[in-house]
């Protein structure tokens, strides 16, 4: 299985370095109807000020990742509130949400 990824920085000694999502789809059939909601929990890793964190290599890029998928989301999220249009193509994030 997959383990949470971690990575030490010079403000935290086990920083998340991945987000996790969990979907769980029920059918239930009642009668002559079917429903199928789903459920989602996401746990989201945190976002990284790279300068105070002094991230270099590959940690740099991970926190790169990290702070671009927290923006698109957030850009989502704003355009569903506005009734613009959803930019979720712009992060793997975003498309599995």
Do not use: W, Y
């Amino acid at each position: 299985g997959r383990h949470r990824a971690v990575r030490s920085h010079a403000l935290n000694a086990e920083s998340s370095r991945s987000h996790a999502v969990l979907i769980v789809e029920v059918t239930a059939r009642m009668t002559s109807q079917e429903i199928a909601p789903t459920l989602m929990l996401v746990d989201l890793a945190g976002s990284e000020n790279i300068n105070k964190a002094q991230a270099e290599g590959l940690g740099l890029e991970e926190a790169k990742s990290i702070n671009k998928s927290l923006l698109v989301l957030s850009r989502c999220i704003e355009a569903l509130a506005t009734g613009k249009k959803v930019p979720f193509r712009e992060s793997t994030l975003t498309k599995i949400l």
